[in-house]
């Protein structure tokens, strides 16, 4: 490819979902309020201060950079001047609409600075930047629920050029996102690309690298199932190749699943000690940033009926717990109690049904990653047996869900023994 002594660099990132509300943060004296309001804003604020920061050439947004369909006008010219910002820096941005912005759902429009290229969504066009040699093929879904490949129309990449596609897909079906613009990685890669910019699903992954296929993940985190680092992928190119990669975390709040196991705690004390040690963990490693947290306690304790007997005062304990940890704060989404009494773990143990047996075989497992896949089969078969309470509500259990893999002893017991009356 004509391309010798060329080196850029550019921004990927997707779903900003600007203006989207934090969810399941309820108000209470003491919670770092102000610094979750803006959220999505101040996340994007970094994206933008970094580009012109590392001056990149251009920047990609792969889709879902609104919420769905502005509440006023603000939002949009909250956008419009970020992009100023960058039009002035000498940065091109390139984006397409993704399922939450998709051209249905956006009832106002602003115009866009010039720097800014929005794709159709009708069919895909191509963008070329003449003085690095790329060409940028991509096109935004026109409706919410966009069910077809829309890969089939992108043009095959151009031999002299280095290309970039910009997709809003849910690949070969990603679990917990709805399976839109699905495509497969053949497909793509029989395009001829360099580097596929996707879009949609809201943790990074990075699917190839030859070519480059990425989801950079969301830039900030928005719910309880949204935990750990956010941000964005800046890509440096050198003679038409990716040289490097580099994350950055843009997030402004961290949210964070606080698992305790009070196993053989027999004093709040203890109880206390543990929870502190695990609120600071999650405090360090947000690095500044406030949390977002929820405390769940599991494990077999004597505490198990005092927890239970009076669960918002105990919600009102750990909250400030939190508040005195001090730091950027530390917010207590909820308590999760799914913790059992010894004497109920021996009962139910020692029965002779489904559920006794499912537990013993579970006690008696070493666990690896056969195992656990088995067992997940395992599961599915037996879900008509399972109770109701299981397999329904936010917290429901699902046997091929990441946490379900990486942890699934644990959380197999803590679950089973949580279910009301098991
Ligand atoms: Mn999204």
């Known amino acids: 490819m004509g391309s010798a002594g060329v080196k850029f660099s550019f921004i990927h990132a997707a779903d900003i979902h600007l203006d989207s509300p934090l969810r399941g943060l309820e108000r ?35 889709g879902d950079l609104y919420d769905g369909d502005w509440k006023d006008y603000n939002t949009g010219l909250y956008f419009v001047a970020r992009m100023a910002r960058l039009r002035d820096a000498g940065i091109r941005v390139f984006m397409i609409s993704g399922n939450h912005d998709a051209a249905s759902q ?54 002299h050029r280095f290309n970039i596609g910009l997709l809003h897909t849910s690949l070969d079906g990603k679990p917990g996102h709805e399976p839109y613009a699905p495509c497969t990685i053949d497909g793509l890669r029989s395009k001829g690309y360099q580097y596929w910019a996707l879009g949609h699903v809201h943790k990074r ?17 928005r719910h309880i199932r949204e935990t750990g680092a956010r941000g964005c992928t800046l890509v440096r190119v050198e003679n038409g190749e990716v040289m490097q990669l580099e994350q950055h975390d843009i997030d402004v709040l961290r949210w964070s699943l606080c698992a305790v196991d009070i196993g053989g705690c027999d004093h709040i004390d203890a109880v206390c000690e543990r929870v502190r040690t695990a609120f600071q963990q999650a405090l360090d490693d947000a690095e ?41 704060g530390l917010w207590l989404e909820k308590l999760s109690l799914q913790t059992c009494s010894p004497a109920d773990a ?60 990486e942890d ?14 098991s």
């Open 288 to 328: 500044g940033r406030p949390v977002a947290a929820r405390l769940q306690l599991h494990g077999e304790s004597a505490l198990h009926a005092r927890l239970h007997a009076d669960p918002l005062n105990w919600n009102q304990e750990f909250r400030a717990m939190a508040t005195g940890l001090g730091g950027a």
């Open 205 to 221: 992954e990075l699917i190839s690298e030859e070519p480059w296929i990425l989801f950079p993940g969301n830039i900030q985190g």
């Open 28 to 62: 209470y004296e003491g919670a770092p309020a102000e610094e979750i309001r803006s959220a999505t804003r101040q996340a994007f604020d970094n994206l933008v201060t970094l580009a012109i920061d590392q001056a990149v050439d251009f920047v990609l947004l792969a």
């Open 106 to 159: 956006i009832t106002r429009q602003l115009q866009l600075p010039d720097n800014v290229t929005r794709f159709a969504t009708d069919s895909p066009e191509t963008a070329v930047v003449e003085e690095l040699n790329v060409a940028i093929h991509g096109q935004g879904f026109a409706t919410r629920e966009v069910t077809e490949d829309l890969l089939q129309n992108y043009p095959q990449g151009d031999l």
């Open 408 to 421: 699934v002893k644990e959380l197999l017991v803590t679950r089973l023994l949580a279910v009301p009356g």
């Open 346 to 405: 021996a009962q139910i143990q020692a029965r002779e049904d489904a559920l006794g047996g499912l537990l013993r075989a579970i006690r008696e497992m070493e666990l690896n990653e056969a195992d656990s896949t088995e067992l997940a089969q395992q599961i599915s078969a037996l879900r008509q047996k399972l109770p109701v309470e299981l397999l329904s509500g936010e917290e429901r259990f699902d046997p091929t869900s990441e946490p379900m893999l």
